[in-house]
């Protein structure tokens, strides 16, 4: 079952982020896919910070050139951005395994572009679309009982 959301600015989809965020317990991944410009890393900005707390939301960005950004609170927040990834195997070679234990949260922006890696795991998936200049809908499927309102 599909949950669609509809946000009408980025402090709205900030505060979804941060709500969804403040829920999850760890172990999970989250595959966050939208177009340029439609508000994923502002949404992976809440995640961030309802798991790590507020002070991480103006820390967060998206680690295009690094691929990715780690930040510590309740649970460990691996923020990885496949958007250069030629390749999911690339993933491999930032030890992308490593990432996955019980105490973090890994949340992936332009997860499609590496879905072959993602197959084999029980994603949650973010999609984000353009609505009008300021309007998005999202999309959340594959939630665990506990996120769902």
């Not at 979804?16 to 999850?24: E, T």
């Not at 998936?125 to 996120?147: K, V």
């Amino acid at each position: 079952m599909d949950t669609q959301i509809l946000s009408e600015s980025v402090e709205q989809t900030i505060a979804l982020g941060k709500r969804f965020g403040k829920r999850l317990r760890g172990g999970e991944t989250v595959a966050v896919c939208g177009q340029l410009g439609s508000g994923k890393t502002h949404f992976i900005k809440g995640v961030a910070a309802g798991i790590c707390g507020e002070e991480v939301e103006n820390q967060a960005h998206s680690p295009t050139f690094m691929l990715v950004n780690e930040y510590r609170g309740r649970l460990d927040v691996y923020h990885i951005d496949a958007y250069r990834l030629e390749s999911w195997r690339q993933l491999e070679s930032i030890g992308f395994d490593d990432y996955f234990y019980p105490e973090s949260v890994v949340v992936i922006e332009w997860a499609d572009k590496v879905t072959e890696a993602l197959e084999r795991m029980d994603c949650i998936s973010i999609r984000i679309f353009h609505e009008s200049e300021n309007s998005r809908r999202i999309t959340m499927r594959n939630l665990p009982n506990y996120l769902i309102e």
